[in-house]
């Protein structure tokens, strides 16, 4: 029965995880951007459902309906101001940009806010649970996060392979130069990826301000863990993102079982394993 | 003389230190199609790319429809009318045959044609609508490419190679077609290594050699040794 509990919380974080992977993913498909920010920007978004939730008084799961759009602009603006400028033929510019966005904004960060560990109350959601069988308990907080994880990762694959916006990004990603010639401004197609990106990492902060403390210098350890879980699932379709995210949460709960130090060890063993065996990932792009 | 709808006016074109095109100019009167030849490396891709936006210009080197368009980016060049079916086909490998049509109009210009309209045109591809662009026959592909410039309505399509790789019979299903896109409205400039082709087709022909027009006029009144003498050089 405690290894049924264990590997249920480790599917229920991993939903977190394949939020963080999915916006990675997602702008790494489309424009072949490596976002080393990518953590600091899920920060960013704790911090800013922390100010929402002060100033307005509201309950920190409603204020994702104003961090989310907040994010999504911050995102556009960003790709559009900065980032665009960084893409080319070399690979190397955006990611030294984003490796120093990335230290801006942590600093940022600490200036404004200082080190001290942070945390978003949520009220009785946080420790209410339920039990689903003998000995086997559901919290409602990390249910309704994986729930909601799942709805956005379905949401993208939607918006990916249903609609005209998706066809876009999927044409800018097959071939830049083609896309131009259909109409498209991949200027513009880049930074509503990008706010979209952001958008979805934007969920994924106010969760985490929920779940745990934050302070501005765990955005390194997110962007790692949305690395592995991009990279087990593989970059075909959003599931495998979040197939790749449960399986990482689910190798960290066992290895926290085994032994508390050994949670992220087990969880980087399990990405190692799978970059060994099966280095495309579980869902791979089909290749034209 | 009628003001036609694409005029190029001593176009030179730049890759880096090389130069492709050297004071190229060539017109396109409405309804006409218009054959540029010419040997490997005679520039007339770069042409078509120069007159699509792909390669931005001088501002006033190309005159579309009264404007001039030459340092207008492709997104911006299509959206005015001008739609290029590009060198070996380029389609999006990840989208369905209905979805590279869908983006090819992603635009929405008003005009003739439609999905069922290029399902009518190309009658292979209705059945394989939903098929994966890259399971097609390379002769499907080039009519999705087609197809897909199609969809933004244009008022001049550039076909760059449009019989490259393909079996005779194939190159000559293709072209029976184009009669049928002239009279919806459009004005074509085909770029082809196929003389006897091109001929055939095009009312107005321009012959490339070394980036600059060695030979221009109406099809009809070129002989085969003015042609050979423009092709291969004096």
């Not at chain 1, 029965?1 to 489309?30: K, P």
């Not at chain 1, 994702?64 to 033929?89: E, F, H, K, S, W």
């Not at chain 1, 066992?254 to 099966?278: D, E, K, S």
Request: net charge neutral; proline share 4%; aromatic share 8%.
């Amino acid at each position: 029965m405690e290894w049924i509990n264990i590997v249920i919380q480790g599917v229920l974080i991993g939903g977190l995880y394949a939020m963080f992977a999915a916006g990675l993913a997602l702008i790494f498909g489309v424009m072949r951007l490596v976002n080393i920010a990518h953590g600091d920007l899920i920060v960013l978004a704790a911090y800013i459902a922390l100010m929402t939730t002060d100033t307005l008084g509201i309950n920190p799961l409603l204020a994702i309906v104003v961090v989310v759009p907040i994010m999504a602009v911050i995102g556009y603006g960003l790709q559009r101001a900065l980032l665009n400028r960084t893409l080319g033929d070399d690979v190397l510019p955006p990611l030294l940009v984003t490796f120093g966005l990335s230290v801006i904004i942590q600093n940022a960060l600490l200036e404004f806010f200082t080190a001290d560990s942070r945390r978003l109350r949520a009220g009785a959601i946080e420790v209410a649970s339920f039990p689903l069988a003998e000995g086997v308990w559901i919290g409602v907080l990390p249910l309704l996060q994986f729930v909601v994880a799942v709805a956005v990762i379905g949401a993208l694959q939607l918006l990916f392979y249903r609609t005209a916006f998706g066809r876009a990004f999927r044409a800018t990603s097959d071939d830049q130069s083609v896309a131009q010639l259909m109409g498209l401004d991949n200027r513009h197609v880049f930074a509503l990826a990008m706010a979209l990106s952001l958008a979805v990492i934007a969920v994924a902060g106010v969760f985490i301000a929920i779940r745990t403390n934050f302070d501005p210098a765990i955005g390194p350890a997110r962007l790692i863990f949305g690395f592995e879980a991009v990279i087990i699932g593989g970059l075909g379709s959003m599931w495998g993102t979040l197939a790749g995210g449960i399986i990482l949460g689910v190798a960290q709960a066992i290895g926290a079982q085994i032994n508390p130090g050994w949670q992220l060890l087990a969880g980087h063993f399990a990405f190692l394993l799978i970059l060994a065996l099966r280095p495309e990932g579980l869902f791979p792009k089909v290749k034209g | 003389m009628p003001e036609p709808l694409l005029e190029v006016r001593a176009l030179d074109a730049f890759y880096g230190d090389f130069q492709a095109l050297f004071g190229v100019s060539l017109r396109v009167a409405a309804g006409e199609v218009v054959a540029v030849i010419g040997a490997n490396g005679a520039g007339k891709s770069t042409l078509l790319k120069c007159i699509a936006g792909v390669i931005s210009s001088r501002h006033d080197a190309i005159v579309f429809d009264g404007e001039s368009i030459g340092e207008a980016p492709a997104y911006a060049v299509v959206a005015r009318g001008i739609a290029l079916v590009p060198e070996g086909r380029r389609l999006f490998s990840s989208l369905s045959v209905e979805e590279n049509l869908l983006i090819g109009g992603q635009l929405r210009r008003p005009g003739p044609w439609t999905l069922p309209r290029i399902y009518e045109l190309f009658p292979a591809l209705a059945a394989r609508r939903h098929q994966p662009s890259t399971s097609l026959s390379g002769g499907e592909q080039q009519m999705v490419a087609i197809g897909r410039a199609l969809m933004s309505n244009p008022k001049l399509l550039l076909c760059d190679e449009i019989s490259l790789g393909l079996a005779p019979i194939v190159v000559r299903e293709i072209y029976a077609r184009l009669p049928s896109i002239v009279a919806e409205g459009s004005s074509l400039v085909i770029v082809e290594q196929d003389v006897v082709q091109a001929l055939k087709a095009a009312n107005q022909v321009y012959c490339l050699q070394e980036g600059r027009v060695a030979l221009a006029g109406a099809a009809a009144t070129l002989t085969r040794e003015t042609i050979s003498a423009a092709y291969f050089g004096a």
